[in-house]
């Protein structure tokens, strides 16, 4: 069974940073591209970030550009979000999912984890 376990959310201050994990069942890893997604209270779940099955190429939204680093290690089949100079709005649920091979920035990945929550004070 592929399950995708998300971890490193928690209460920041505004400014600060946080680096999200999702560790992988090390089967699907290799061949699928991960994807960071996002839901606010009352909000629709959007995409964050993306990063292909290769590793070679990475897409993020226009409201984290420049602050956000999607990242992927093979060895530990885990990909990783860096956020930097976190903003109240940046407050969500953050998920990690996994589709073959492509990013998309809609909500078709076949895998979903939990989520983890990540809440920035002002």
């Known amino acids: 069974q592929v399950q995708l376990v998300e971890s490193g959310g928690g209460l920041v201050q505004a400014g600060g940073s946080l680096r999200l994990s999702c560790a992988t069942s090390?089967?699907?890893?290799?061949?699928?591209?991960m994807g960071w997604f996002r839901q606010a209270p009352g909000k629709e779940r959007e995409f964050v970030a993306g990063?292909?099955?290769?590793?070679?190429?990475?897409y993020y939204a226009d409201s984290v550009k420049g602050r956000a680093t999607i990242s992927r290690d093979s060895a530990k089949a885990t990909a990783y979000l860096q956020m930097n100079s976190l903003k109240p709005e940046d407050t969500a649920v953050y998920y990690c999912?996994?589709?073959?091979?492509?990013?998309?920035?809609?909500?078709?990945?076949?895998?979903w984890g939990q989520g983890t929550q990540v809440t920035v004070s002002s």
């Open positions: 990063i292909t099955w290769t590793g070679g190429t990475t």
């Open positions: 999912a996994a589709r073959y091979k492509w990013v998309v920035t809609s909500l078709d990945y076949a895998y």
């Open positions: 090390g089967r699907i890893f290799s061949n699928y591209a």
